[in-house]
């Protein structure tokens, strides 16, 4: 399995950029019920037991893996230290080594990469032959075929595919609002008077004007920003069909302009760009945090957390405000597919890899990937798997939960958004049903390839252009420099640092991806 000196240089070259766009997933139907029972070796790959070394980075639980090796005959042994902390090293060293393991997980951008030199084999040639269940995955799902091939036409790496229709809302503090007569904002103006409350009546009771109305560990303010008819980075504008930039627009020197003069009246997190993914346990643990906007699954926890510390406490999940033009839209969602398996050219078992692969598109793959081993992780109940109580009982979160047991891992499969809902608080699953009964979902952004070429360009131009977006998003914001005064200048200065060329780039790289899912 050794490399080329070509090779080895290309894998400590920079990273290349192949960017992932946001946006609530299509509705797929990913439920699957137990057809029949699955006798053992019945999607036996090979009659000799194969073991194929694998690359993971991660918590890796290895118990489904080992249900899939009893089923198929492959088993994996992953080569990667449980003590590895540093992901983009080890795949790295990986590389420099020559030694690449028969699958490697890892993200498509970086795949793609060493593929273009040789180090991974183009997988499309040999699904139609060897891998049905893949193919009639992407022949029924052109956009995610599409996101997932690269600019020359090949696909290296096949995603874990997320599935579910929403993944992030707005929460707010309903108690706050009880307290204080009022509803849940439904529009900017309305958005803006609830946060001015929760600065100004004091609440959470304790005589201190100390509430922090609206906050976001993720250390910027999109939640606020989309309300001005944005999505955040580069996405596809429907009434011209091409590729924009939120922050390269009229709209967003309106939304700065606004939340400027929310953070100077002390609407919004201080701290907004420095306190980081801890927000939610600081702010809302001390019972000070008003609003945000995150993930349900995860959001939703503080109520049974906080219940007896803090009376009445009810973080509670709300639609999203109406943005400038009237539109109640959600503007995150899950990735289209980041990571999963590739595999080495190197290899010695290409073909059985490849079958390994369709293995977890199988019905059995399927239910492995999002629930685990019957009778230890899940039992049929009316034909459809449900986790045991033992299970969800877990003082793990669901992730760790998952991941100790190798549930929903980083393979080439697909996520059941079932199984996730089966974990969700309630509050969780009631934010989930308003946002998909509601239709606030956005079309999904597609996920492009860019030519080595073009890479070069992005890597350093873009980098420039995104540096000083951020750079003035935060001096506007925070009140060291006037968003209007400066408009003129910020767009001429990202002209100069080539941003024009950077949106001809994405939309070149828009136009192939219309062309693969057309095919």
């Known amino acids: 399995?050794?490399?080329?000196?070509?090779?080895?240089?290309?894998?400590?070259?920079?990273?290349?950029?192949?960017?992932?766009?946001?946006?609530?997933?299509?509705?797929?139907?990913?439920?699957?019920?137990?057809?029949?029972?699955?006798?053992?070796?019945?999607?036996?790959?090979?009659?000799?037991?194969?073991?194929?070394?694998?690359?993971?980075?991660g918590t890796y639980g290895s118990a489904v893996d080992d249900e899939a090796g009893r089923l198929t005959n492959i088993y994996v042994k992953?080569?990667?230290?449980a003590s590895t902390t540093d992901a983009t090293n080890a795949y790295n060293v990986m590389l420099a080594s020559g030694n690449i393991p028969d699958l490697v997980s890892y993200s498509i951008?970086?795949?793609?990469?060493?593929?273009f030199e040789g180090a991974f084999v183009a997988l499309d040639e040999y699904i139609d032959e060897l891998a049905p269940n893949i193919k009639k995955f992407l022949d029924e799902n052109p956009d995610k075929k599409a996101s997932i091939t690269s600019y020359d036409g090949h696909i290296y790496s096949i995603p874990l595919f997320e599935a579910g229709e929403t993944a992030a809302g707005y929460y707010i503090r309903q108690d706050w609002l009880d307290k204080l007569g009022l509803?849940?904002?439904?529009?900017?103006?309305?958005?803006?008077?609830?946060?001015k409350a929760f600065k100004e009546q004091d609440p959470n009771g304790n005589g201190i004007q100390d509430e922090i109305p609206f906050f976001q560990r993720s250390m910027n303010l999109m939640g606020i920003i989309s309300r001005f008819d944005l999505k955040d980075g580069f996405y596809v504008d429907e009434s011209s069909d091409s590729i924009v930039h939120g922050k390269y627009s009229e709209k967003y020197k309106m939304a700065i302009e606004t939340i400027s003069k929310w953070?100077?009246?002390?609407?919004?997190?201080?701290?907004?760009?420095t306190r980081g993914s801890n927000a939610r346990e600081e702010l809302l643990g001390n019972d000070i945090g008003g609003m945000t906007h995150d993930w349900f699954a995860s959001t939703s926890r503080y109520n049974e957390q906080l219940k007896d510390k803090i009376e009445g406490f009810n973080f509670a999940p709300v639609a999203p405000p109406a943005d400038i033009n009237g539109k109640v839209w959600e503007s995150s969602a899950r990735m289209v597919g980041v990571r999963g398996y590739a595999v080495s050219a190197d290899s010695e078992y290409i073909e059985e890899a490849i079958k390994y692969m369709d293995f977890w598109f199988s019905e059995p793959?399927?239910?492995?990937?999002?629930?685990?081993?019957?009778?230890?992780?899940?039992?049929?109940?009316?034909?459809?798997?449900?986790?045991?109580?033992?299970?969800?009982?877990?003082?793990?979160?669901?992730?760790?939960?998952?991941?100790?047991?190798?549930?929903?891992?980083?393979?080439?499969s697909v996520q059941n958004f079932d199984a996730e809902r089966q974990w969700?608080?309630?509050?969780?699953?009631?934010?989930?049903?308003?946002?998909?009964?509601?239709?606030?979902?956005?079309?999904?952004?597609?996920?492009?390839s860019f030519s080595p070429d073009e890479k070069k360009v992005l890597s350093t131009k873009w980098t420039a252009v995104d540096t000083y977006m951020k750079e003035m998003e935060q001096k506007w914001i925070l009140g060291k420099n006037d968003v209007v005064a400066d408009w003129n200048e910020y767009i001429e200065t990202c002209k100069s640092f080539g941003m024009e060329e950077?949106?001809?780039?994405?939309?070149?790289?828009?136009?192939?991806?219309?062309?693969?899912?057309s095919k």
Not at 435 to 440: K, P
């Open 1 to 57: 399995m050794k490399l080329t000196k070509k090779i080895i240089s290309a894998a400590l070259a920079a990273t290349l950029m192949v960017v992932s766009f946001s946006g609530c997933s299509e509705k797929e139907n990913t439920n699957v019920e137990r057809t029949n029972d699955t006798p053992d070796l019945a999607y036996k790959i090979s009659d000799k037991k194969i073991t194929l070394d694998l690359f993971y980075t």
């Open 78 to 81: 992953n080569v990667v230290p």
């Open 109 to 115: 951008t970086d795949i793609e990469k060493e593929a």
């Open 183 to 195: 509803k849940a904002p439904t529009t900017v103006d309305e958005l803006y008077t609830v946060l």
């Open 263 to 273: 953070y100077k009246e002390g609407l919004i997190d201080p701290d907004i760009f």
């Open 365 to 412: 793959g399927l239910i492995l990937q999002s629930y685990g081993v019957e009778g230890k992780h899940f039992n049929y109940v009316d034909g459809a798997p449900v986790f045991t109580d033992e299970y969800l009982s877990s003082t793990k979160s669901m992730n760790e939960a998952w991941a100790s047991e190798g549930i929903t891992l980083y393979r080439s």
């Open 424 to 448: 969700m608080a309630p509050a969780a699953l009631e934010g989930a049903k308003l946002y998909i009964d509601n239709g606030y979902c956005s079309k999904p952004q597609p996920q492009l």
């Open 502 to 517: 950077i949106l001809k780039i994405y939309n070149d790289a828009y136009t192939r991806y219309k062309e693969v899912k």
